[in-house]
């Protein structure tokens, strides 16, 4: 599977910018969403190649709405990365135990980011 379009989800502004601006420069197509409910919403609208998590967000966190996007089968194969600043190796484990792809820490490293995502495609 080849990514594509690429969905944003992180209740930082700054991070959504940065975020949009280096996949965009890479030839992605952005989407961004600053909550788990506005990403179930995006989510419907149009199925993304790849999600990008953050963890810490107000209501559902990335890892509850990792679980639960993984367990609705029209989602099920859309593979999620989570991008966070909870950098301790048992968040790590727990973010791969919920079933994402990869695990990344902020600040982003991009040349880091971008190898991941050559790797799911």
Not at 37 to 57: F, G, N, R, Y
Not at 96 to 106: C, E, H, P, S, W
């Amino acid at each position: 599977m080849t990514i594509h379009n690429v969905l944003v989800v992180d209740d930082s502004k700054t991070e959504l910018m940065f975020l949009t601006d280096l996949l965009s420069g890479n030839g992605l197509s952005v989407r961004t969403a600053e909550s788990g409910d506005e990403a179930l919403k995006s989510l419907a609208d149009a199925k993304p190649d790849l999600i990008l998590m953050d963890v810490v967000m107000p209501g559902q966190n990335g890892f509850q709405l990792t679980r639960s996007i993984l367990r609705t089968p029209a989602y099920a194969n859309i593979p999620i990365i989570i991008c966070t600043s909870k950098s301790l190796e048992t968040d790590r484990v727990w973010g791969l135990r919920q079933g994402a792809k990869d695990y990344i820490t902020k600040p982003v490293n991009p040349q880091e980011l971008m190898e991941k995502i050559r790797a799911l495609g």
